[in-house]
């Protein structure tokens, strides 16, 4: 009956979710429990650190430089932020050069996160691989672009656990035609795991749009967003000692928050050290716990696909649509990775 529950909080979530207006506004922070004062102190606000961007997605802090990278998908680009120094341009392109704009509607990188070495991971869209980029050099190398013999979609979001392997996602969003695309060689749109010696292993193919994706502190859990607009949510799984996985069940389920005008779709999300949980969902993106109890909302009247925790983990940025925003988190709260 845990499931039934937390669609029950879900629907009961819509009417809070959805925005007020469908034009974008300024950023705001929703308390919805107590709960959200240990991670962000009453009355922080996210303010808006870049802007211009076509479509933001994929942030990742650098600890190593101090700064923060970000995706836009379809410009092609990968742009830094660093405090003092603004915004500029670190990859161009940041995905494959030279596809055709009538059959690739995001030819550049998407998800972005850091490899154990603190080289950068790609999850490249117009390139269907998942891409590793020394920061220092700029030097590229595919660590995976074909399952079976076949090519990806446009991989979309990715992770990286402990021991390095890859768990990313792989729908056609790259496509200008989705499924009926004719670059399709793949038959599902796939949760893979690139283990570390390489192998790449199908992890679910059954998911109509997977999208965001993240292992919980312990990773003994996997959790995927469903970016599908007849039945978007969030989905979790149990994972073994050796990456299998079972036992898939719906976490929380997002038609409700769709339903009453929520803009977007279940996407990008990460997990802090203590658990909780801030995910991409219809009007905002949400901080919850790991039983979906709803925390807070951060909303700006349109989607914010992703997220990063960042700056020795006080603070956190989103991927808001056209923009790049910051939230300050509490100094003494050490849930942030």
Not at 14 to 39: F, H, K, Y
Request: charged residues 25%; glycine residues 12%.
């Amino acid at each position: 009956m845990i499931a039934s529950r937390r669609s029950v909080l879900a629907a009961g979530l819509a009417l809070i979710a959805a925005p007020a207006v469908a034009a974008e506004t300024m950023p705001r922070l929703r308390r919805l429990s107590p709960g959200l004062d240990r991670m962000i102190a009453p009355g922080t606000e996210p303010e808006v650190i870049a802007t211009g961007i076509r479509w933001a997605e994929g942030p990742v802090w650098v600890p190593r430089g101090g700064y923060l990278l970000f995706a836009d998908p379809p410009a092609n680009i990968v742009r830094r932020w660093q405090r003092g120094r603004g915004v500029s341009v670190v990859l161009d392109p940041s995905g494959a050069a030279g596809t055709d704009p009538a059959l690739v509607r995001e030819p550049g990188a998407n998800g972005l996160a850091l490899d154990p070495s603190g080289a950068l991971l790609i999850a490249n869209s117009g390139g269907r691989s998942i891409d590793r980029v020394e920061l220092a050099t700029g030097r590229r190398t595919v660590l995976a672009d074909r399952y079976a013999g076949k090519r990806f979609n446009s991989p979309n979001d990715l992770h990286v656990a402990r021991d390095g392997a890859i768990w990313f996602t792989d729908p056609p969003y790259g496509f200008r035609d989705g499924d009926k695309s004719p670059l399709k060689e793949q038959a599902v749109n796939g949760v893979y795991r690139r283990r570390p010696d390489g192998r790449v292993d199908l992890i679910d193919g059954s998911l109509t749009r997977p999208n965001g994706i993240a292992l919980s502190p312990d990773e003994r859990r996997l959790y995927v967003s469903v970016s599908d607009e007849a039945a978007p949510r969030i989905m979790v799984y149990d994972v073994d000692a050796r990456g299998r996985v079972a036992n898939r069940r719906t976490l929380l389920d997002a038609r409700a928050m769709l339903a009453a005008g929520g803009a977007g779709l279940p996407d990008g999300m990460k997990v802090a050290r203590d658990g909780t949980l801030v995910c991409s969902v219809p009007g905002a993106m949400m901080l919850m716990t790991p039983e979906a109890e709803p925390l807070g909302l951060i909303e700006q009247g349109a989607p914010i696909a992703n997220c990063a925790f960042g700056e020795a983990g006080r603070a956190l940025f989103l991927a808001a649509n056209d923009r790049i925003l910051r939230i300050a988190l509490r100094p003494g709260w050490q849930g942030g990775r």
